[in-house]
Each structure stands twice: as C-alpha cells, then as structure tokens.
C-alpha cells in the first residue's frame, strides 16, 4: 500500500510565499509521475502542477511564473513552492502520485491521493 502525505497548508497574506510538501511511503513502488492539484470551494479540483521522475514539468496557466514544482526521487518527495500568491489559489492542495507497484501478480498501476492540505491566502 502506498501513502501520500501532504504538510505545509496555512494562512498566508496575499504576495506571500509558501511550500507545501508531499511524502509517498509505502514498499514495493516506483511513482513516475507526482503532480498537485487543488479544488477551491464550490469548484472542481484542477491541476496546479505535475513533474515526471525526468523532471518535465507542466502547470496551469493561472499558476505560471508563480508556482514552481520540483521533487526528490529519493526521498519520493514532491514540493510546490508557491510565490506571489493570491486570493483565488485558496483551496485544498492534494498530492498525486502515478506509477507502479511491485507485487507478486506483477506490475499494477499506482494511481494514489494524499489527503489534502488547507492553503488560505488572506486579501
């Protein structure tokens, strides 16, 4: 079983910055891909930002030039570091996590959530 764990969510003022962290922990994995996605009140979650384990990346255009995403392979770690922010990037932040996992049927898709971090940015 394979567990995403987010941290970092808090209350910041607009034009401030925060980095929020997601952990994938489990045995037997291999995650190529982690991505962020937020769903803000009363809309759909959205894509915020996704990395392969090449380092490619693409975000949202709301997000562009602000948001930058990156991670740690070893640590099956992802970070979203978040510049400039704005009213409207308050939402749940949630950590995805897509590969394989080793069992001993073979290989099965890994399509895993964490739980979700709060990030309220304050006008």
């Known amino acids: 079983q394979v567990q995403l764990v987010e941290s970092g969510g808090d209350l910041v003022q607009a034009g401030g910055s925060l980095r929020v962290s997601c952990a994938a922990s489990g045995s037997s994995f291999r995650i190529n891909a982690m991505g962020w996605y937020r769903q803000a009140p009363g809309k759909q979650r959205e894509l915020v930002a996704r990395i392969t384990s090449g380092g490619s990346t693409n975000y949202a255009d709301s997000v562009k030039g602000r948001f930058t995403i990156s991670r740690d392979n070893a640590k099956n770690t992802v970070y979203l570091q978040m510049n400039s922010l704005k009213p409207e990037d308050t939402a749940v932040y949630y950590c995805?996590?897509?590969?394989?996992?080793?069992?001993?049927?073979?290989?099965?898709?890994?399509?895993?959530w964490g739980q979700g971090t709060l990030v309220i940015v304050s006008s």
């Open positions: 995805n996590g897509q590969g394989v996992v080793v069992s001993s049927l073979g290989l099965k898709p890994l399509d895993a």
